[in-house]
């Protein structure tokens, strides 16, 4: 045989890598020169910049195409949010992203709507959201993310304990500011610490306690950024003691725009923001990458 065709059984899979993605949310309102930019300038913009992906929503029927052909040109992964109340919510929305093109979809990133639901008959729609994920062939990640399911760190603690599978999309700025956590007291830590077990991939915006997104500084100054590298390198770890060759961990540079940011307009329109999300962003993704090679 022609060594220059043979298969090479003995060659290495590929490692598991990071993906870091940028939130479609955090393209709001972004341009230059007063002008927001067009879908096509976003998607220009967040491959220059680097990113792997998008993290985003399920596009309309009539804009699917176009959203397939630039993902494509750009070699973008893509991931999609959902808002679920109950499974039957879940199962038809997994029914239209198959329609959209299950083998594009990274994996589903559920906010569960459901903040009063508690005890077994929270545990028992966790179970039901993951089997309608493995029936439908698409990973489905649990945001820990207040107004939801999992809006109580004891609480969600507990499903991890019950649930020793619960895939979760960590995002701790909301269990910091609904502790006021000005510092990160041990119990809250060792709750936390149970939580990145199941981190499934991370969402990368950083409370003080007080706000629930603040400008961490162009070089990461903020004390509390501590914290979350602390914890974002702690999932990462996790996720890789169970990652498959070839697989992907997804980290996604998730800044609310106004008025979810925090504005110098309060009493008015809401509308100017005292961080720039895009710089913000950059650095949060060359963090990622700096801690994910760390770990190497």
């Keep these: ?9 003995n060659a290495a899979s590929p490692a598991p ?4 993605q940028m939130s479609w949310w955090t393209m709001s309102g972004l341009g230059e020169a007063g002008r927001e930019w067009s879908l096509e300038e976003r998607f220009a913009r967040i491959a ?5 992906g998008i993290n985003g929503f399920l596009p309309a029927k009539e804009e699917a195409e176009r959203w397939n052909r630039l993902l494509e040109e750009y070699g973008l992964s893509f991931s999609v949010n959902a808002y679920p109340r109950n499974a039957a919510d879940l199962q038809a929305f997994l029914q239209e992203a198959k329609a959209y093109g299950a083998e594009r979809i990274q994996y589903v990133n559920a906010q569960v709507l459901t903040p009063f639901v508690t005890g077994e008959s929270a545990l028992e729609l966790l179970r039901d959201i993951q089997g309608l994920s493995a029936e439908a062939g698409i990973p489905v990640f649990v945001e820990t993310h207040r107004g939801t399911i999992t809006q109580d760190l004891i609480r969600t603690a507990e499903y991890v304990g019950a649930i020793g599978d619960l895939k979760l999309t960590i995002d701790y700025s909301h269990y910091v500011v609904a502790g006021e956590m000005h510092h990160v007291p041990d119990e809250a830590e060792a709750l ?23 400008d961490v500084g162009a070089q990461g100054e903020h004390p509390m950024l501590d914290h979350y590298k602390r914890w974002w390198a702690d999932g990462m770890r996790q996720w890789l003691r169970k990652a498959a060759p070839g697989q992907k961990f997804p980290f996604v540079c998730e800044l609310g725009p106004a008025s979810y940011a925090i504005t ?18 950059l650095y949060f993704q060359q ?10």
């Design 287 to 296: 963090l990622a990458r700096r801690l994910w090679n760390e770990l190497q």
């Design 192 to 214: 936390l610490q149970q939580l990145l077990v199941q981190t499934s991939s991370i969402h990368a915006r950083v409370s003080n306690g007080e706000q629930i997104q603040v």
């Design 1 to 9: 045989m022609n060594s220059s065709t043979r298969t090479d059984t």
């Design 48 to 52: 220059e910049a680097g990113y792997d």
């Design 264 to 281: 110098t307009d309060e009493a008015a329109g809401r509308t100017k923001e005292i961080s720039d999300r895009w710089s913000q962003s």
């Design 17 to 20: 890598a990071l993906d870091v």
